[in-house]
C-alpha cells in the first residue's frame, strides 16, 4: 500500500495549559476505548487535567467505532484535544484509492476497523449492497464522525511540550508538513534536536529495542539528548503492548499503562541477564550463523548481537533473512513481584515484567 506525498501544511491547535494541574498524554488506542476508559480511570482524570489524545483512534481494536464516539465525547468536555494520526484518514485515503481496494474489500481484509463496526452497527450485508452504494450510505450516517477525524489538528503546541502523531521536522511549526506529520518510520533515530520537548506515538517504542539496552520493552521511551518522549506501547499493533500515558505534573514526568493481559505471581528469585540481545520490526534483518536444534543462531545485522533465534519466526524479504519480534532476556525478579503471562513454554514462559518482555524460570511462577 502506497500513499502519495501530500504538499499540505500541518494544522496547529495551540493550547493554553496554565489551568491545568496535570497534562496527561495517550497515544494510538486503536479501537480498544475500553482500555484508555480503564486508563483515565486508574489516573483519576478529572477537569483539572488536560488530556492529549495524539491520534489513531481506528483500525485493529475490537471497537473502533466506539473509540471514535469517546474520544469525541472527552474533546466535548472542553479539558480534551485530540490530533490526528495516520490510521484516521482511512474514509478519504480509501476514496483516494491508497489501499488499492474498494470498501468491502478492505474490511474482508481487515475485520476490526471502523467500517466494520459501523456496518455492523446498521446490520448491512454487504453481499447485497456495491462498494459505491456503501460509501454513500456510511456517509449520510456518520458523516460527523468521518468530519471530525478529517478535521483534527497535526501538531498541538502548549507551554510543556509539542504533540504530534508521529514526529515533526526542525522549523516552525506553522511549516511543517501534514504527511510528515502523520507517517514516518523512525522519528526518535532522524539527527534532530528540540528546544521544547517533543512528544510522539506512531511506532511502537519495542522497535527501539537498540535504544533501550537490547531490552524488548514497551515503556514510552525518552532521549532526553534529542528532547523527545515517544509514547506508543504497542496497544492492538504488537502481541503483547500496552497503553501508555505520559504524565506531566510540576515539572515531573511519570508514566502510567494498562493492558489486559493475565496475571503470575512470582515465587522465587531470578537474578537478571547482563547483555540482552533483541530484534523487532525497525530492524529485523538477522544473518544466518549456525543451527541449533529447533532454533537458529543468528547476528542482528543492526546492533551485531548474537541471538539465537526458534526457526518458525525466521522468513525471507526479497532475499534478505528476518526475524519476527524476538528476545533472549531474563529480567531481575523478586518473590511476590506481579508479572504479564504471555507464553507458556516447557521449562520457561514468556512475560512482562514492568513493560518489558522477557523469560522466567517456570519453577518460579504461579
Not at 489551568?19 to 480498544?32: E, F, K, L, W
Not at 506501547?233 to 501508555?244: I, T
Not at 522465587?268 to 541477564?273: F, H, I, P
Request: glycine share 8%; hydrophobic share 40%; aromatic share 8%.
Amino acid at each position: 500500500m502506497k500513499r502519495n506525498e501530500i504538499a499540505a501544511r500541518a494544522r496547529v491547535l495551540r493550547v493554553d495549559t496554565s489551568q491545568y494541574r496535570r497534562v496527561i498524554a495517550v497515544s494510538d488506542t486503536h479501537g480498544n476505548g475500553y482500555l484508555l476508559k480503564r486508563l483515565l480511570g486508574e489516573l483519576s482524570f478529572s477537569k483539572e487535567d488536560a488530556l492529549f489524545l495524539l491520534g489513531d483512534f481506528i483500525e485493529r481494536g475490537r471497537d473502533s467505532l466506539a473509540t471514535v464516539r469517546l474520544a469525541m465525547e472527552l474533546c466535548r468536555a472542553g479539558n480534551a484535544f485530540a490530533l490526528q494520526g495516520n490510521c484516521d484518514t482511512l474514509w478519504d485515503d480509501l476514496a483516494a484509492g491508497v489501499y488499492g481496494v474498494d470498501l468491502n474489500a478492505y474490511v474482508d481484509w481487515r475485520r476490526n476497523s471502523l467500517i466494520a463496526d459501523m456496518c455492523a452497527e446498521q446490520g448491512m450485508d454487504r453481499s447485497r449492497i456495491s462498494p459505491g452504494e456503501l460509501r454513500a450510505a456510511l456517509d449520510d450516517r456518520y458523516g460527523a464522525i468521518f468530519a471530525w477525524l478529517r478535521g483534527l489538528p497535526h501538531i498541538i503546541d502548549t507551554r510543556e511540550a509539542v504533540f504530534v502523531h508521529a514526529g515533526i521536522d526542525a522549523g516552525s511549526l506553522t511549516e511543517q508538513s501534514a504527511e510528515r506529520c502523520l507517517r514516518r518510520e523512525a522519528f526518535l533515530e532522524e539527527e534532530l534536536r528540540f528546544e521544547k520537548t517533543v512528544v510522539c506515538g506512531h511506532i511502537p517504542t519495542c522497535n527501539y529495542f537498540h535504544m533501550t539496552g537490547n531490552r524488548y520493552s514497551f515503556l514510552p521511551l525518552t532521549l532526553r539528548d534529542k528532547n523527545m518522549i515517544a509514547i506508543d506501547g504497542g496497544n492492538a499493533v504488537k502481541k503483547y503492548g500496552q497503553l501508555n500515558a505520559l504524565v506531566l505534573e510540576g515539572g515531573r514526568i511519570s508514566f502510567v499503562y494498562v493492558d489486559d493481559l493475565p496475571e503470575a505471581v512470582v515465587r522465587g528469585d531470578q537474578a537478571g541477564s547482563l547483555f540482552p540481545a533483541a530484534v523487532a520490526w525497525n530492524h529485523r534483518e538477522v544473518e544466518f550463523v549456525e543451527e541449533r536444534g529447533e532454533n537458529t543462531l543468528c547476528r542482528v545485522l543492526f546492533t551485531g548481537k548474537l541471538l539465537e533465534i526458534p526457526k518458525n519466526k525466521l522468513y525471507e524479504v526479497e532475499g534478505k533473512l528476518c526475524s519476527d519480534d524476538y528476545t533472549d532476556y531474563m529480567p531481575p525478579l523478586r518473590t511476590e513481584d506481579r508479572v504479564k503471562l504471555l507464553e507458556i513454554g516447557e521449562k520457561r514462559s514468556l512475560i512482562k515484567a514492568n513493560g518489558i518482555v522477557g523469560w522466567a524460570d517456570n519453577r518460579i511462577l504461579t
